[in-house]
């Protein structure tokens, strides 16, 4: 069983163009904590400078059984008030983003990677205070990113404010030379969205030799990106409070998910420290090999 409730003004859709097919809207899951409405006010942004829709998911595993036949899901009230006020939430940061919500039974983690293969971006909201009502979504912040085909940002609850002048922050030397290729084409179209500069640290061990890449081309980057400022800081072998020292606060911070895959369903333990102390919403991109998964394999393991 799937509820679904479209924004009224759309009305029933009709048939997909090959413009209008999955892959536009910006995901982001809620389970009625005040960090997931913060993570619904930056989708319902990010979405506007996408020109993009908005879906809202709330993953329910309590809704598995029924009441009767005919009788609606002992819990469905709880969940339709939960996705109702994420869309009030949405609506009241830009009415001008189309946006649905929609109730799913199932494991969060299952759902929402489920839901990713038809998405452009996955945004969740995250809490490092342990508030039982939020230890869920924390939970999800670290198994999604790990195993999403898509990027996903996790916004926490506390973050000092939302540096609008601070430029967005690019970390490479996480993966493989084409990780930090999408690590940097991700950074700088968010930077162009927002309007500020951009900031690359590059974080590759001084010994590791590898291949050529336009990331360390400034000629390059001024093709692809004309009239974006970027500037290089070199951290090698940085350690984890190193990299938040070198770029918080900043509008959004984006790094390499690494390699998680069905042997390892979480995020490793940098990335880990990061998502409990980073004060910024963070992105991570998912390595491009991942790109090329079964998304199944991907969803059936959700240990």
């Given amino acids: 069983m799937t509820t679904s409730t479209p924004t009224a003004p759309l ?8 413009e209008d097919r999955p892959g536009r809207e910006v995901l982001v899951g809620v389970d009625g904590s005040e960090c997931g409405l913060g993570a619904v006010r ?3 942004r990010e979405a506007a400078r996408r020109d993009a ?8 595993p309590y809704l598995g059984s029924h009441g009767g036949a005919g009788a609606s899901p002992p819990g469905l009230v709880r969940a339709r008030h939960i996705t109702a006020q994420a869309y009030t939430v949405a609506r009241h940061t830009d009415p001008r983003v189309p946006t649905t919500t929609q109730v799913v039974p199932g494991h969060p983690t299952g759902v929402l990677l489920h839901a990713a293969t038809t998405g452009q971006l996955v945004v969740l909201g995250s809490s490092a205070t342990g508030a039982a009502d939020e230890l869920v979504l924390a939970s999800v912040a670290v198994r999604v990113p790990a195993r999403s085909p898509q990027p996903v940002v996790v916004v926490p609850r506390r973050r000092s404010g939302e540096a609008p002048d601070r430029p967005v922050v690019a970390v490479l030397g996480v993966g493989d030379r084409s990780d930090d290729e999408a690590v940097a084409s991700f950074a700088a179209d968010a930077a162009e969205r927002t309007g500020t500069g951009l900031t690359v640290l590059q974080t590759r061990p001084p010994r590791r030799s590898v291949p050529d890449s336009w990331v360390d081309d400034a000629d390059e980057w001024a093709r692809r990106h004309p009239g974006l400022s970027a500037t290089r800081t070199e951290l090698p072998a940085a350690r984890a409070d190193q990299l938040l020292g070198a770029s918080c606060p900043a509008p959004l911070l984006v790094i390499s998910a690494g390699s998680g895959t069905l042997l390892h369903r979480h995020l490793d333990g940098p990335h880990r420290w990061l998502l409990r102390h980073c004060t910024s919403p963070m992105a991570l991109v998912p390595p491009v090999h991942r790109r090329d998964q079964e998304p199944r394999e991907e969803i059936i393991a959700l240990g």
């Fill in 42 to 44: 930056w989708a319902a």
């Fill in 53 to 60: 829709p908005l879906r809202i998911v709330h993953a329910a």
């Fill in 11 to 18: 009305g029933r859709p009709g048939p997909e163009s090959a």
